[in-house]
């Protein structure tokens, strides 16, 4: 599998280019930014993107994705649940676009990406599992997670979507949405130890650590 973790932007967005070196498919997941530098690296890699993959409804990750998907003939996914929001923001009659449930599977050549639904930072967002790799959006962080108080925020389904992902092996690999920790990516594992939201056992805990028990 090839892949890449590019930040762009200036608020410190990841976005990712998964590529099957056999057949050379790609998927980009969230389109917010740097379509050209997106291009250019795919390129490179003689990649084709097929796919943009859209981890949630928010612009810094979705605003650029008619650029991409005209560039590039690609189809967009995101999770039923945040397609209307994400229809504000990009045009879908121009392009192809379908919408995602949790557990279902897109294939980029024959590389396997499981889409996991995990609302709490928008009623539709989605983490991805990619071989060894998790890649979170907005939902969890290197030692952070997302935003609760913006539109369609919500603490307590965000707490059930993490008990989710802790249930994954510890050596799953964890790549977010924006480069907020001190590493750019790190492990279900490090993250159960030392990420204080991600520890919480309860949502009392949980919801006294966010500051709203
Ligand atoms: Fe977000």
């Known amino acids: 599998m090839i892949f890449h973790q590019i930040p762009v932007g200036p608020m410190q967005n990841f ?21 050209d530098k997106l291009i250019e690296i795919s390129n490179k890699e003689n990649l084709k993107i097929k ?40 045009n879908t009659d121009s392009i192809k676009a379908a919408t ?16 996991i639904h995990t609302p ?4 539709g967002a989605i983490c991805l599992i990619v071989e060894k790799k998790l890649l979170t959006g907005d939902t969890l962080f290197v030692n952070a997670i997302g935003r609760t108080d913006l539109a369609g925020g919500d603490s307590i389904k965000l707490f059930e979507s993490l008990q989710k992902l802790k249930k994954l092996d510890d050596h799953i690999e964890i790549y977010p949405g924006h480069n907020y920790g001190e590493i750019p990516f790190s492990t279900i594992g490090n993250e159960k130890k030392n990420n204080p939201y991600f520890k919480c056992e309860s949502k009392e805990q949980f919801l006294n650590l966010l500051g709203l028990f």
């Open 100 to 115: 995602l449930k949790n557990n279902d599977e897109i294939k980029i050549g024959n590389i396997k990406i499981k889409i």
């Open 51 to 90: 796919k943009i993959i859209l981890t949630h409804s928010h612009f810094d990750h979705i605003q650029k994705t008619n650029k991409l998907a005209e560039a590039t003939n690609s189809t967009v996914y995101c999770h039923e649940l945040d397609f209307d929001e994400i229809k504000k923001t990009i």
């Open 120 to 123: 709490g930072h928008t009623p």
């Open 15 to 35: 976005v990712y280019l998964i590529g099957d070196e056999n057949t050379k498919e790609a998927a980009v997941v969230d389109a917010g930014w740097e379509v």
